[in-house]
């Protein structure tokens, strides 16, 4: 292989091998993880901290308040309402406009 040709093939390969990288926590996940450090939850694994906020999310797309979620928390999680209550104020990172509609109280 000529050197033109290396030269030309180094780019495609090295944004390969960028893309394939494992995905680093965007901004996202790491102010809804500042938030409930804040609330000092010991929230442990960090990924699974993250895909309890989105599935909060995913409650309020079925039409769940934010009293429902913190229950659900509670129910499947085995969490206080105090802790839940926190994770549940912390998705607003991730679905503003879902956990504002639900009102504080559900409502």
């Known amino acids: 292989m000529g050197p033109l040709l290396a030269g030309l093939m180094a780019g495609p390969i090295a944004t390969a091998v960028l893309l394939a990288a494992p995905a680093q926590a965007d901004w996202h996940d790491d102010l809804y993880l500042d938030m409930l450090t804040h609330g000092e939850v010991n929230y442990g694994d960090p990924a699974a901290a993250i895909a309890t906020g989105h599935s909060i999310c995913s409650m309020y ?3 769940k308040k934010q009293s ?3 229950t659900s928390l509670v129910t499947n999680k085995g969490m206080d309402y105090a802790t839940a209550y926190l994770y549940v104020a912390a998705a607003t990172v991730y679905c ?11 409502a």
């Open 61 to 63: 797309a079925q039409g």
């Open 68 to 70: 429902d979620a913190a």
């Open 96 to 106: 503003p406009d879902a956990s504002n509609a639900a009102g504080p109280n559900g």
